[in-house]
C-alpha cells in the first residue's frame, strides 16, 4: 500500500471518529440525533437532529481543511437532498456543518452558516 492510501485510510479512520464524537456527544446532552448514510450526488449530510417542534437541522461534520464557502454550499445541497428525498417543505429543514478544531473536544467544534440562515432572512 502506497504512502498516500495509508494517509488517506488514516484520515478516513480519523473523519469517522470525528463523527461518532459528535453524534454521541449531542446524544448525551439530549439531542435526538441519527447518522444518515452516504447516497452519492443526493447525499444528505452526515447527521440529523429532530427537533420537538418538527423542524429538522442537518448537519455536514468536518475533519478537514478549514473551508468555510464549500463546505457551506455542501450543506445546502444536503439539506435539499434531505428534504426532497422525504417529501418535507425545505422551510422545515435547516443545516449548519460543524467543523472539528484541532486538539479539541466535540463541544468546542466551529459551527458554520450564514447570515440569511441564521435570522430567517429571504433567499437573495
Known sequence: MTEIATR???NKRKGAQWET?????????GEDVESLRLAGTEDE??????EPDGRFLVIEAKNAKFEPGPFL????RERENF??????DANLV???VVVKRRGKSWRKAFVLTT?????DLDPE
Open 45 to 50: 449530510g452526515d447527521m440529523v437532529i429532530r
Open 73 to 76: 454550499d455542501e450543506a445546502m
Open 21 to 29: 464524537d459528535l453524534r454521541e456527544g449531542l446524544r448525551a446532552i
Open 94 to 96: 435547516d443545516s449548519v
Open 8 to 10: 488517506n485510510r488514516a
Open 83 to 88: 428534504a426532497k428525498h422525504r417529501g418535507l
Open 115 to 119: 447570515v440569511e440562515e441564521y435570522f
